[in-house]
């Protein structure tokens, strides 16, 4: 069955489990999950895979082990297709994403040598700009300072402070949604012009297994 878009009722369950974050709140509203929600998104990730290959749902269950937080489940859905493109599901809303969420040491010193060096580091502000200009929001972890060895007045100094670097765009939740064609058309034309970020990060990076 394809992809025919997500209802109200895929919304409201998030709505829900943000009030209530329990295993008994899940499990009289697993249904709900798993026909609203993950269903629906694997459908959306098939209707994507010839433009941007496999895509991955993540698990809904948190990793309580160190964290103070221990509710149980996390407040949204996400997924990812490969190389860094991510889409998610909450209770405001969709966003779409891309970018290098999450990376190793040595990924992000490679990411620090390519925004230090001049032809690779002038092409991600070109990047950079150009998303900004088409609605797209500039975030990821970042230092308060500077990295070491770094001349406060690198001319990419505010793109080196980035640990983490990612494009996102969001929209509430909206009867469009209940459209799987227009549902599919939006995060495929998102995904298209977040491609040239997703692909700088192959080239200069590498890999990107961790995700958000």
């Known amino acids: 069955m394809g992809f025919t878009g997500f209802t109200d009722e895929a ?24 026909t609203l929600v993950r269903g629906p998104m694997m459908a959306l990730f098939a209707e994507l895979e010839p433009q941007f290959g496999q895509a991955k749902m993540f698990r809904p269950h948190r990793d309580v082990r160190f964290s103070k937080d221990k509710s149980p489940y996390k407040g949204h859905q996400g997924g990812h297709a490969e190389g860094g493109f991510y889409f998610q599901l909450d209770a405001d809303g969709l966003m779409v994403a891309g970018g290098m969420y999450a990376p190793s040491p040595e990924q992000l010193a490679r990411y620090r040598a390519a925004v230090d060096a001049d032809s690779t580091g002038k092409a991600l502000v ?58 599919i058309e939006r995060v495929r034309e998102a995904w298209r012009r977040l491609r040239p970020l997703v692909e700088w990060g192959a080239e200069h990076i590498g890999g990107n297994e961790q995700l958000a």
Do not use: C
């Open 11 to 34: 919304f409201g369950f998030y709505e829900g489990l943000v009030a209530d974050n329990s295993k008994t709140y899940w499990t009289v509203h697993k249904a709900t999950y798993e």
């Open 126 to 183: 070109r990047i950079v700009d150009e998303l900004r200009t088409e609605g797209f929001e500039i975030a990821g972890d970042r230092l308060k300072t500077r990295p070491r060895g770094v001349e406060q007045d690198h001319p990419r100094l505010e793109l080196l402070r980035h640990r983490s670097l990612y494009a996102h765009q969001g929209w509430p939740a909206d009867p469009w949604m209940r459209d799987g064609p227009e549902v």
